[in-house]
C-alpha cells in the first residue's frame, strides 16, 4: 500500500497550491479520503473529505470557501485545491485513505504561507 502526497511548498498570502495524493495497493474508488494538517506545535486536524464516489464533502470552517477537495478514481489520485492561501494555513498536509476499519497514511508535505 502506498500513498503519496506532492505539492506542497512555499506560497504567498492570497496565493494557491494545489496537493495531490497518489494512493496503490487498494481499491481507491471504495474508499473515502480526507486531507489532515498538523501545524508546529498543535493537534492534526481534518480539513477535508471526501466520499468514495466524489459526491459528498465536507470542510473543516477554517477552510471553507478557499479550498476544494476532488478525486479521480482512474488515477487513483485526489486533489486539495487551496486558494487564498492565509499564514495559519501553514502545517504538513496528510492524505488519508478510510474505509471501514482500514485506514492508510501518506507521509505528508508541508505547505508554508508567508510573505
Known amino acids: 500500500v502506498q500513498v503519496a502526497e506532492s505539492g506542497g511548498g512555499l506560497a504567498q498570502p492570497g496565493g494557491s497550491l494545489r496537493l495531490s495524493c497518489a494512493a496503490s495497493g487498494f481499491t481507491f474508488s471504495s474508499y473515502a479520503m480526507r486531507w489532515f494538517r498538523q501545524a508546529a506545535g498543535k493537534e492534526r486536524e481534518l480539513v477535508a473529505a471526501i466520499d468514495s464516489a466524489g459526491s459528498m464533502t465536507n470542510y473543516a470552517d477554517s477552510v471553507k470557501g478557499r479550498f476544494t477537495i476532488s478525486r479521480d478514481n482512474a488515477k487513483n489520485t485526489v486533489y486539495l485545491q487551496m486558494n487564498s492561501l492565509k499564514p495559519e494555513d501553514t502545517a504538513v498536509y496528510y492524505c488519508?485513505?478510510?474505509?471501514?476499519?482500514?485506514?492508510?497514511w501518506g507521509q505528508g508535505t508541508q505547505v508554508t504561507v508567508s510573505s
Open positions: 488519508n485513505a478510510i474505509r471501514l476499519a482500514w485506514t492508510y
